[in-house]
C-alpha cells in the first residue's frame, strides 16, 4: 500500500466510539468477514432495519469512496477490532481525524487501515467539503488536497514500514525468538502467572 | 540513579527488546486473560499458521460477554439459547482444549466478569504486564500492574509468542487530595476525573492515580476508578501497591505463598513511583469538594453532579447529537428525571462491596412501581458471596431480579437490555448511543445512586436518603 486516491465521506461528529461504528449486538460472531453491513448500524438503519435516507455512508456521491472524514477523537471505546473490519469491508481504506483512539489505531494498522491525524485547519477544510478527492501518500505521510496543498501526518514508523513492504507483525515478533527465551530464562518466578 | 516511575519499572522490567529508532520495544505479557468475543478471530489465525499457544499457563480464559445471566434450569445448568452466542462459548471451549488453556467455563465456580475473576482468584498482581482483548483490562492497574487492552490481531501474537510490540506510552499523574464526602464513591470519582480531563484526555498516556484520596480507597474501589482510565483515552491507569493491596491478594488461590510470597513482597514494595520522578503530564483535584456524579450525553465525559444542570447554551454538533439522542435540553436539570431500568453491575461496579452498598440502601426498602432493576454480580465468587450476606434476598425482597454473572445490560450482547427510549441509570461504564440496546438511553452513575434512584423511580441525590 502506497497511496490511496479518493474522495471523502464526511461525518462531523467528535468523539465517534466503537459501539457506533458496530454496535455489540454484531459482534457475535466467530470469523471476521462481511461486517461492513453493519458500520454505523444504529445511524444507517432505523429501528425497523431500514436504511434512514440521508445518511452519509449511503449518498450516491459516498460510493466507492475510501476515505472517512471524522470528528475529534474517532474509535474512541472498546477494542474491539470488529471496528476496523467492517470499516474495511465497507470500503474504507483511511480514516481522519484531528485525533484517533490508541487501540483503534493499533487495530487499523495491523489491518492496513490508515489512521490519518492531520492539523485542526485541514481537518476544518476536510469537514467543509464532503467528498473532496483526496490523495493520502503513505510513503511521504501526506494527505494532499485537489488545489495541492497538503498536510504531513504521524504515524509510527514500524507499522508504516510493515505496511510498505508487505511485512507481517506476528512474523517479526516470532523471529525475536532467541530474545524471548533469553528474556523468560533471566525472570524471576514471582512473576509468573500461574 | 534515575528516578522512576511505577509505570517506568513495570515497562522496563518487561523488556525483552527496548524500542529503537526503527521499532517498538518488544514488551513481556505475563498474564494474557482471554474471552470468547474478541479471541475466535485469533485462535483461528493461530490454526492457518500452524502456531501453538507459547504458554499457556499465563493465559487464562472466561466467558462473560455474550453469556446469559438468566437463573439455571434444574439441572444447575444456564441455558444458552442464542445460537449465535453458544457458537461463539462453544468455539472457546474448544480452542482452550485444544491449545491446553485454562477455562473458567459458564456456570463453573471460577466464572465471571474477566475483569473481576482476575484479582478474586490472584491472578493479577503487582509489577505485572497484563493484556486481554477488552479495553477494560485497565482495572487490573489497581495492583500496580501494567494491564491494557489489545485487538484480535494482537490476542494473536500474544497467544504465540507471549509478546507484544509497543510504543513506549507517556505517563499522566492523577493526584487527589482530600478524602470522598459521604454518600460520593469511587465511581464519582472517576466520573469527575473524565469530565475534568475529557474523554481523550488520556489519549496516549498510562495514568498513575495518587495522593491521600487514592490510599485510602478499598481494593475494590481502586479497581472502579483504574477501570474507568479507558473512558479518558488512556492506554492504562495504575495505582502504586500498598498495604491493602498486600493483605487483598494475600491467601487467593493464585498469590504466592510461604517464602514466594515473602519475596514477591520485597519486590512489590520497590515498585512505587520514586520521590521526585517527573511525569510527562500532571493534573490534580481535590476529592473533598465532590458531590455523587451522573452523565447526561453519550460519552462519559459529559458527566455533572448530580444536583446540576445540563450545560447552558448552543450545544454544537456532537453535544447537540447527544442531547437529541438523550431526549435532554441545555440547561435541564437531571435530579428527578424519570426512569426506566436500573442497572447494577458492570467489571465497574459488581463486586461484593458495590452490591452491599446497593443492598444497604435498598433493605427495608421498595423498589418503586414500573422501575426495573437488575443486579448482576460480577462472578460467580461474588454471587455466593452475595448469596452468604443474604444481599440477594435484600434485592428480592426490594423487587429487583438477582442474576447470575456476566457483563449482562453493560453491553447488551446477551439479551439483557434496554427497549428503544428507555432510560437507565447504570452502573456500568459507557453510555454511548445504544450501548445497552439500541435506541436506550443511559445515565452512569454510582452503585448508591443506582439504588437511590431505583427506590425514588427519578433519578435522586442518595445523600439525601442517607441522612
Ligand atoms: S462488564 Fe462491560 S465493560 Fe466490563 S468487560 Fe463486560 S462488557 Fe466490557
Redesign the pocket.
Same mark, same amino acid.
Given at each position: 500500500m502506497k497511496t490511496i486516491q479518493s474522495r471523502t465521506v464526511v461525518l462531523d461528529i467528535d468523539n465517534i466510539d466503537t459501539d457506533v461504528i458496530i454496535p455489540a449486538r454484531f459482534l457475535k460472531v466467530t470469523d471476521r468477514s462481511g461486517l461492513g453491513r453493519w458500520l454505523f448500524a444504529n445511524w444507517r438503519y432505523d429501528a425497523g432495519g431500514a436504511p434512514r435516507p440521508g445518511f452519509a455512508l449511503d449518498l450516491p456521491e459516498a460510493r466507492g469512496a475510501q476515505v472517512l472524514v471524522a470528528g475529534d477523537n474517532f474509535g474512541c471505546g472498546?477494542s474491539r477490532e470488529h471496528a476496523p473490519w467492517a470499516l474495511l469491508d465497507f470500503g474504507f481504506r483511511a480514516v481522519v481525524s484531528t485525533s484517533i483512539a490508541s487501540i483503534f489505531q493499533s487495530n487499523a494498522l495491523k489491518n492496513g487501515l490508515l489512521p490519518v491525524v492531520v492539523d485542526r485547519a485541514t481537518h476544518r477544510r476536510l469537514l467543509a467539503q464532503p467528498g473532496a478527492p483526496v490523495t493520502i501518500d503513505l510513503e511521504a505521510c501526506t494527505l494532499t488536497l485537489a488545489d495541492g496543498t497538503s498536510a504531513r501526518f504521524p504515524i509510527d514508523p514500524f507499522a508504516r514500514y510493515c505496511l510498505l513492504e508487505g511485512v507481517d507483525e506476528l512474523s517479526f515478533l516470532i523471529d525475536q525468538e532467541e530474545a524471548i527465551a533469553a528474556y523468560e530464562g533471566r525472570t524471576a518466578p514471582e512473576a509468573r502467572a500461574t | 540513579m534515575t528516578r522512576r516511575t511505577l509505570f517506568d519499572k513495570v515497562w522496563e522490567g518487561h523488556l525483552v527488546r527496548p524500542e529503537t529508532a526503527d521499532t517498538p520495544a518488544i514488551l513481556y505479557v505475563d498474564l494474557h486473560l482471554v474471552h470468547e468475543v474478541t479471541s475466535p478471530q485469533a485462535f483461528s489465525m493461530l490454526r492457518e499458521r500452524g502456531l501453538g499457544v507459547r504458554r499457556p499457563g499465563r493465559t487464562v480464559a472466561t466467558m462473560? =460477554?455474550s453469556t446469559p445471566t438468566t437463573p439455571r434450569g434444574a439441572d444447575g445448568r444456564i441455558p444458552v439459547v442464542d445460537p449465535q452466542a453458544a457458537a461463539q462459548i462453544g468455539a472457546l471451549e474448544k480452542n482452550c482444549a485444544e491449545f491446553g488453556i485454562r477455562l473458567f467455563a459458564l456456570g463453573s465456580d471460577g466464572q465471571g466478569?474477566?475483569?473481576v475473576i482476575g484479582p478474586e482468584l490472584g491472578l493479577t498482581q503487582p509489577g505485572m504486564t497484563i493484556v486481554c482483548g477488552?479495553? =477494560?483490562t485497565s482495572t487490573h492497574g489497581a495492583f500496580g500492574a501494567l494491564a491494557f487492552g489489545i485487538g484480535t490481531t494482537e490476542v494473536g501474537h500474544v497467544l504465540a509468542t507471549q509478546c507484544l510490540l509497543q510504543g513506549r506510552p507517556k505517563t499522566l499523574a492523577i493526584t487527589v487530595e482530600g478524602r470522598l464526602p459521604r454518600g460520593v464513591t469511587a465511581k464519582d470519582l472517576i466520573l469527575a476525573i473524565i469530565a475534568k480531563i475529557g474523554v481523550g484526555g488520556g489519549t496516549g498516556h498510562v495514568i498513575e492515580y495518587r495522593g491521600p484520596a487514592v490510599g485510602a480507597l478499598s481494593m475494590e474501589e481502586r479497581m472502579t476508578v483504574c477501570n474507568m482510565s479507558i473512558e479518558a483515552g488512556a492506554r492504562a491507569g495504575m495505582m502504586a501497591p500498598d498495604e491493602a493491596t498486600f493483605e487483598y491478594l494475600a491467601g487467593r488461590p493464585h498469590a504466592p505463598r510461604g517464602a514466594a510470597w515473602d519475596e514477591a513482597l520485597r519486590a512489590w514494595r520497590g515498585l512505587a513511583t520514586d520521590e521526585g520522578a517527573a511525569f510527562d503530564r500532571e493534573v490534580s483535584l481535590d476529592a473533598s469538594s465532590l458531590e455523587p456524579m451522573i452523565t447526561y450525553g453519550t460519552n462519559p465525559g459529559m458527566a455533572i453532579p448530580v444536583r446540576g444542570s445540563v450545560p447552558e447554551g448552543d450545544p454544537g454538533a456532537t453535544l447537540g447529537k447527544a442531547l437529541d439522542y438523550m431526549g435532554l435540553r441545555p440547561g435541564q436539570r437531571l435530579l428527578g428525571h424519570p426512569i426506566d431500568v436500573v442497572f447494577i453491575?458492570?467489571?465497574?461496579n459488581?463486586r461484593i462491596s458495590d452490591l452491599r452498598l446497593a443492598a444497604g440502601l435498598l433493605k427495608g426498602r421498595k423498589v418503586a412501581q414500573g422501575v426495573r432493576v437488575l443486579v448482576v454480580p460480577g462472578s460467580q465468587q461474588v454471587k455466593r458471596q452475595a448469596e452468604g450476606e443474604g444481599l440477594d434476598r435484600v434485592f428480592r425482597d426490594a423487587g429487583a431480579e438477582w442474576r447470575e454473572a456476566g457483563?449482562s445490560m453493560?453491553?447488551a450482547m446477551n439479551g439483557d437490555q434496554l427497549q428503544p427510549g428507555q432510560y437507565a441509570v447504570s452502573t456500568?461504564?459507557?453510555n454511548f448511543e445504544g450501548r445497552q440496546g439500541p435506541g436506550g438511553r443511559t445515565f452512569l452513575a454510582s452503585p448508591l445512586t443506582a439504588a437511590a434512584t431505583a427506590v425514588a423511580g427519578r433519578i435522586a441525590d442518595v445523600r439525601e436518603m442517607l441522612r
Open positions: 472498546s | 462473560d =460477554h466478569i474477566v475483569h477488552d479495553s =477494560h453491575g458492570s467489571c465497574t459488581s457483563c453493560c453491553i456500568s461504564n459507557r
